[in-house]
């Protein structure tokens, strides 16, 4: 039997799995939405996110480290309400203007050149011929002090103190036994394990306290007398050569505190307070000083007993009280502050200009 000319039939089309989308589907909404991020398996790391725009900023360190000299020492000194006012008023009426800064002035040093040619050989055949007697000298030091010198290493290994009078009397006996050595620096290399290092902070802490306490002694005993120009002139001086030096210790103060400490020196910095506290004692003693001439010079020609000497004119007299005045701020600011007796004359002083010129 033939068979006839049936076509076959297209197989039917494939039915999507259980979850899946189908092709009109896909045709009218688009790609599909990319797949969720995987989750992390338990103990392991996730992938970084990209961050839109600079992270926020690191927290604030708690507990961060003060500066060890933030504290000021205890003092007798504080802030005044009326000094800078006072001294506004009465520098406005005396100048008229605003004080003017002196720009510091700049030393120049010129270096000299090194000795050349034929005094330079000869200073070299000096120094050789020389050099043999120096070595022998030291090597005799070494065998002579050799005693003494382990001594003083073990002296100055466990030396520690917090009294700066007893720093002072044991490097005075350190340097009763130095000053012999013909050369410190050869002697005592040829000693293994000799501290240098705090042989050296010893001197620079002794020293650092012997300068600032003949500061205090000088201004304690300093002798206020007229004539009181020359008296200012003298203090100012001072003042600006202290200041200058203090400035310099301040800048360095937290560096050398931890120098010293590593070497078991307290260090007594109150000294600089003291220092501060002198200064003003001082400009009070101008100030009365200044206010005590300034009455007696009143009586006398109220009373016409004596005529006013020539300095002592009503105007020059104004101009000699403001000038202390003068210096009794440039003192508050360089203390950083007065005690109730300069608090007391620093008004009457101020007074007294004022009532001059009908204010």
């Given at each position: 039997m033939p068979f006839k000319n049936v076509s076959t039939p297209p197989p039917p089309p494939m039915m999507p799995s259980k979850g899946s989308a189908s092709n009109t589907m896909l045709l009218e909404k688009g790609p599909p939405p990319p797949p969720p991020p995987l989750m992390p398996s338990k103990g392991s790391v996730p992938n970084a996110m990209p961050l839109k725009g600079p992270g926020p900023p690191p927290p604030p360190q708690f507990g961060a480290r003060k500066s060890m000299f933030q504290t000021r020492s205890a003092t007798k000194l504080k802030r005044s309400t009326q000094m800078p006012n006072l001294f506004r008023d009465i520098?406005?009426?005396?100048?008229?203007?605003?004080?003017?800064?002196?720009?510091?002035?700049?030393?120049?040093?010129?270096?000299?050149?090194?000795?050349?040619?034929?005094?330079?050989?000869?200073?070299?055949?000096?120094?050789?011929?020389?050099?043999?007697?120096?070595?022998?000298?030291?090597?005799?030091?070494?065998?002579?002090?050799?005693?003494?010198?382990?001594?003083?290493?073990?002296?100055?290994?466990?030396?520690?103190?917090?009294?700066?009078?007893?720093?002072?009397?044991?490097?005075?006996?350190?340097?009763?036994?130095?000053?012999?050595l013909t050369d410190e620096s050869q002697v005592l290399a040829k000693f293994e394990g000799f501290p240098s290092k705090k042989l050296e902070t010893l001197r620079?802490?002794?020293?650092?306290?012997?300068?600032?306490?003949?500061?205090?002694?000088?201004?304690?005993?300093?002798?206020?007398?007229?004539?009181?120009?020359?008296?200012?002139?003298?203090?100012?001086?001072?003042?600006?050569?202290?200041k200058l030096q203090l400035d310099a210790f301040e800048r360095s103060k937290d560096e050398e505190s931890r120098k010293f400490k590593s070497h078991n020196i307290d260090f007594?910095?109150?000294?600089?307070?003291?220092?501060?506290?002198?200064?003003?004692?001082?400009?009070?003693?101008?100030?009365?000083?200044?206010?005590?001439?300034?009455?007696?010079?009143?009586?006398?020609?109220?009373?016409?007993?004596?005529?006013?000497?020539?300095?002592?004119?009503?105007?020059?007299?104004?101009?000699?009280?403001?000038?202390?005045?003068?210096?009794?701020?440039?003192?508050?600011?360089?203390?950083?502050?007065?005690?109730d007796r300069a608090e007391k004359l620093a008004k009457e002083l101020a007074d007294e200009i004022l009532i001059e010129n009908g204010l």
């Open positions: 520098r406005s009426m005396m100048e008229g203007s605003s004080l003017t800064v002196k720009a510091s002035s700049v030393r120049k040093v010129q270096l000299g050149g090194s000795t050349g040619g034929k005094a330079g050989l000869a200073a070299s055949l000096a120094e050789m011929t020389k050099r043999s007697t120096f070595f022998q000298q030291v090597e005799e030091d070494i065998k002579k002090y050799s005693k003494s010198i382990m001594e003083l290493k073990a002296d100055i290994n466990s030396f520690q103190t917090k009294d700066m009078i007893k720093l002072l009397k044991f490097q005075s006996n350190v340097e009763s036994i130095l000053q012999f620079t802490a002794a020293a650092l306290y012997s300068k600032f306490d003949t500061i205090v002694t000088t201004l304690k005993n300093w002798d206020v007398v007229l004539p009181l120009g020359q008296l200012l002139d003298k203090i100012e001086k001072y003042l600006s050569k202290i007594e910095f109150h000294i600089v307070t003291k220092i501060r506290e002198s200064m003003v004692d001082l400009s009070s003693s101008c100030m009365e000083l200044a206010l005590k001439e300034r009455r007696e010079s009143k009586a006398a020609v109220e009373n016409q007993e004596t005529m006013a000497k020539p300095d002592q004119k009503p105007k020059e007299s104004i101009k000699m009280l403001w000038r202390v005045f003068q210096l009794a701020f440039r003192v508050y600011s360089f203390a950083g502050g007065q005690d």
